[in-house]
């Protein structure tokens, strides 16, 4: 977070004056539709301004608000964030060594279509982008929403954001207690141990040495308790480890990062 916000503060001004530019002439876009946006339309421009001339104040306020405001609507949902992007790219990775760049581009999103050799994706405007050899960054996003975006300029580095799956909460467990308390016992730390970067149940039974119903069984509980994140791939389930799971496996986790 650091170094991206150090990234914003080092922002060219000419660099500045263009991006806020085009944010201008989307506002009177905006304002040509809804008269009531007039209002908000003026206010932004008038903070926007001092950004636009590169007043290191302005900048400075910029890179301020930013951290408060990741601090206190990102921050404490970060474990959570991350599990489910790990969990993302553990499922594109395998399909790449099942059936390579064919799978992977196939495995994505719903709103992504792989139709050789052309990429489809449901975006806001009509529009596109072709690689001429340069390849192709795909970035899995949690805050990504509806729709994948790339950059605005076509000359820059494709990267195609996509948004990850967001899976439904887990139902409660029929045991009342915390679910940490029930992660005891040898056969339920050789299943996290054998889950390590990402495997199937089928795999997870085979490492683990114990049958399919035990080994659904174990990563059920697993995931229950915050250690083990669930994502469908295909016609089997990936199983990959959450950062709590995955900081309690190798010992560095405190017993104020498990309640």
Do not use: K
Not at 69 to 76: G, K, T
Not at 192 to 207: H, P
């Amino acid at each position: 977070m650091e170094e991206g916000l150090e990234a914003v503060r080092g922002t060219a001004p000419e660099r500045l004056r263009a991006e806020l530019a085009l944010l201008a002439a989307t506002h009177r876009q905006s304002d040509r539709t809804a008269a009531q946006s007039c209002g908000a339309s003026t206010q932004q421009r008038r903070h926007a301004a001092p950004l636009a001339g590169g007043r290191g104040d302005a900048l400075a306020r910029l890179v301020g608000a930013l951290r408060g405001y990741h601090r206190a609507a990102v921050e404490p949902y970060w474990p959570h964030v991350q599990s489910r992007i790990e969990a993302d790219r553990a499922a594109r990775g395998r399909a790449l060594l099942d059936g390579g760049a064919d799978e992977l581009l196939a495995s994505l999103p719903p709103m992504l279509r792989w139709r050789p050799p052309v990429l489809e994706a449901d975006y806001p405007v009509d529009r596109d982008l072709y690689l001429r050899g340069r390849g192709l960054l795909l970035q899995p996003s949690f805050f990504c929403r509806g729709t994948p975006v790339v950059y605005r300029d076509p000359q820059l580095l494709p990267v195609l954001v996509y948004p990850v799956t967001h899976a439904d909460a887990p139902a409660p467990a029929d045991d009342p207690g915390p679910p940490l308390g029930r992660l005891v016992g040898q056969t339920r730390s050789t299943v996290l141990a054998a889950i390590g970067g990402g495997c199937t149940t089928s795999e997870l039974a085979r490492r683990a040495a114990v049958s399919l119903a035990s080994a659904s069984q174990h990563a059920c509980v697993l995931r229950e308790a915050g250690l083990v994140v669930t994502l469908r791939h295909g016609n089997s389930v990936l199983h990959t480890l959450t950062p709590l799971g995955a900081a309690l496996l190798r010992g560095g986790a405190t017993a104020e990062s498990l309640q």
